[in-house]
């Protein structure tokens, strides 16, 4: 008869026993042997019906085609812009991609992007040694005027985002700031200052409580305690863990 250790939402360590017996699969950052179920990662718990994974709390961001990250312009070159977005690798933002506007070899590529901006940007490309592509053909992505940068945890972005957006949603809301959530950890907010303070909280209480139940009601309970605003329909999603 089969056995499971573990709860949902359970930290677990390497080489922990996470269920014995035929009955439960094997998937992210857990392996079989023999009959047992074993975590090879330090992270959060993750049970889909039968299926074991577990959700890593710590590391650096590996890009992935079609991710929206947020970056900055640190070089450019004749063929456009090297952006850093806290990956090991750079990536590049070649002209072709930068603008829908026609932009010459030889212009002056600092009327588009200059040393320092930020831009969100989505990864076209990811080579074998993670030599990454980005391009800024798409909708919400563009160069990211003033406001402030904050550094978040890259596990705990799919928390921060919410199922379908929900909590950054929530935040947005209630605060009336611009967000752009990019998954390698970095977030843009942009809004008035007196209302920065409760923008930067909310997104650090996620980050810190991403793995408790009840989130969502905690965090709309701050938003209209420190807001004075209501924030209305708001869909409680326990699993917005990805």
Do not use: C
């Amino acid at each position: 008869m089969s056995e499971l250790n573990v709860k949902d939402k359970d930290i677990v360590v390497p080489g922990e026993i996470l269920a014995i017996g035929m009955d439960f699969l094997p998937s992210y950052g857990t392996y079989r042997r023999e009959d047992k179920i074993i975590a090879n990662r330090l992270g959060l718990m993750k049970i889909e019906g039968k299926v074991l994974k577990t959700i890593p709390l710590a590391g650096r961001y590996l890009p992935k085609r079609n991710d929206v990250i947020v970056g900055q312009v640190v070089d450019i070159t004749l063929n456009g812009w090297i952006i850093d977005f806290g990956s090991p690798y750079r990536s590049m933002l070649p002209l072709k991609d930068a603008s829908f506007d026609y932009i010459a070899k030889g212009a002056d590529l600092t009327r588009y992007f200059a040393l320092e901006d930020y831009v969100s940007a989505k990864i076209t490309n990811v080579s074998s040694q993670y030599v990454t592509d980005v391009s800024m053909k798409g909708p919400g992505l563009r160069k990211l005027k003033g406001g402030r940068i904050i550094k978040v945890n890259t596990h705990k972005v799919p928390r921060i985002i919410g199922k379908k957006g929900s909590m950054v949603s929530m935040i947005k809301t209630a605060t009336d700031f611009r967000i752009v959530v990019g998954q390698n950890g970095l977030v843009w907010v942009q809004g008035e200052p007196k209302k920065e303070i409760i923008a930067v909280n909310t997104i650090k209480m996620i980050e810190k409580e991403a793995h408790i139940s009840g989130l969502t009601e905690k965090v709309k309970a701050y938003l209209e305690k420190e807001t004075g605003a209501k924030i209305e329909d708001v869909q409680v999603m326990e699993n917005d863990v990805q």
